[in-house]
């Protein structure tokens, strides 16, 4: 295969150069978002409270719900690795997580081309495959919208994949360990990469295949006791939450559900095409295509990525709540390193054919337009390419005037684009939730009113305002604070 490379058939700094470049561009988009205070409480705000609580060494608890229930963070989210990450925010501040996340995303593009190096791909697909993973669309919704765990472990499956194709077995156990504490749901994921590596190796090493199956048995045994033991405590019910209200169907178990798509194979599959009601659902089918224009296909050529996809899919479409059928926010991410990874494994078969270079090519190209038209341009929080996406829309004078004057100990209420830079303290509720509060700190204009429509958030402005049991301390176009009355 004679394709031009301007650097020696050994050199891969292109491919590492690469990778800090795409840093750069997350580092736009993220920072300046949260700078430009286009993060939220949901879900920014949410785990800042808990690296903030974990940091003085106290239980979390996130109060920044619907409801302004006060609800065990590890019982919500069972993501241990805030705790791990939580020293980190004495230097970074309120950044310290997008800061985290933008690590990962780099790793993985740095593990992608040391597992280029130890299977012997040239340059040219190292560089490619580094390309290919920072053109899909995942990897721009995730990174425009907040902070989430998922991302990070998402990020770590090129590293684990590398450890365990060299037989690095502590640095192995150390990045499974780390991808598991990252969110209950990780766990079964891994149960199933566990399975497709299995089915990978099985002509090769039996110490691997050894390790191998403790990971199966310790993915399964993870996942049954978080999901259906600790946070039902944690929470004083007979299930996770999260489980609970978006893939049981009705009032079925666990087990009546599995049952229930077994016996119904035809309903199974039109769930991964049809909404609640029975209908085609459009943000569904947006997703299958984007998926097809990212490069599916690698892994229909290496089917044991497809059964790393599964629990993936599953999530993705099996999902009662729509929002994890869109192409927007975190619920995508897995599927970036998996089609990352089964395309180095398609370059390692086929002994770097032309046809493969050219299918990465093709994808890259596909897969950064579906990214550009339908992620990155979609608004000033994404498209850092736009001077929209610099500019604050509140005056920011007036809001970190604001700020400075609420006492760091002090309850507070907020908007929720405030929320993230106002949640290193123990009790923090999202307005129109006051309860207890001893500040309400609202914005007035560009709102993100969700659940309420802008009129009704409104009106909860105007009963605060005229409240008996607040005082009006600070005024400005874009924001105002109450004071609780003594």
Known sequence: MNINWPLKKDDYRYSYLLAIFFGLIYSLISLINHYNFRTHALDLGMFNQAIYSYSNFSPAYFTQGLNGESVDYLGDHFSVITIVLSPLRFVFGTFTLLIVQIVAMVIASIFLVKLSRYHLISPKFSFFLVLLFNCIWGTYAAISFDFH?????????????YYHDKQSVWKFWIVFVAMILCKENISLWLFFIALGLLIRDKAKSMVGNRRILLTLTISAAYFYSVVFLIMPWLNAQDLSPTFKENFLIGDKSVTETMLHYLRNPSELFNSLFQNTQGNVSKSKILTWSFLGASGLVFTLLRPYYLLMLIPILAQKFLSLNGHFWDIHGQYSIEFVPLIVLAALDVVVYYKSSKTSFYLMVLFCISSYYCSYREVIKRNATNNFLSFDHYR????????????????????????????????????????????????VAITLKNLTTYPLTELEYLDRVKNVSESKDYQLLYSGNDCVLFRRID
Do not use: G, Q, Y
């Not at 004078?397 to 684009?417: G, L």
């Open 149 to 161: 765990t998922n991302v990070i472990a998402a990020c770590l499956l090129p590293a684990l994949i």
């Open 392 to 439: 604050c829309d509140l005056n920011r004078s007036e809001i970190e005037h604001m700020i400075s004057i609420i006492p760091d100990n002090a309850v507070v209420s907020s908007s929720s684009r405030l929320a993230p830079h106002l949640s290193f303290r123990n009790k923090i509720f999202c307005f129109p939730v006051v309860n207890e509060a001893d500040f």
